[in-house]
Nanobody
């Protein structure tokens, strides 16, 4: 299984970006797919996860109302639409997939994930 993240870039505060994660090797419908980020000098943190069983997204508090996660299983893609971007959103963003079935709160823990993409840089700056 491979994950390919793309869509990062440089954006001004208040702007929007859309990240995409393409899953290959197995259907994306086999996984819950999450996004994590790591800023310079900081630990990796959970951003959002899309549950395959309920077609529902869960978010860390700092991005609620600004970010939206969605999936298109026909294209084996999970997207993260980011709006109202802030400088503190600057980080490398990683997508990850987990095949096991866990309660939602467990999926906030990156160690539960089986596969990781290579990361895409998001920089929010004026």
């Amino acid at each position: 299984v491979q994950l390919q993240a793309s869509g990062g870039g440089l954006m001004q505060p208040g702007g929007s970006l859309r990240l995409s994660c393409i899953v290959s090797g197995r259907p994306s419908s086999s996984f819950d797919v999450g996004w994590f980020r790591q800023a310079p000098g900081k630990e990796r943190e959970f951003v959002a996860v899309h549950r395959r069983s309920t077609n529902t997204g869960y978010y860390t508090n700092s991005v609620k109302g600004r970010f939206a996660i969605s999936r298109d299983n026909a294209k084996n893609t999970v997207a993260l639409q980011m709006s109202s971007l802030k400088p503190e959103d600057t980080a490398i963003y990683y997508c990850a997939a987990v095949g096991g079935r866990y309660i939602s709160s467990v999926l906030f823990d990156g160690t539960r994930y089986d596969y990781w993409g290579q990361g895409t840089q998001v920089t929010v700056s004026s």
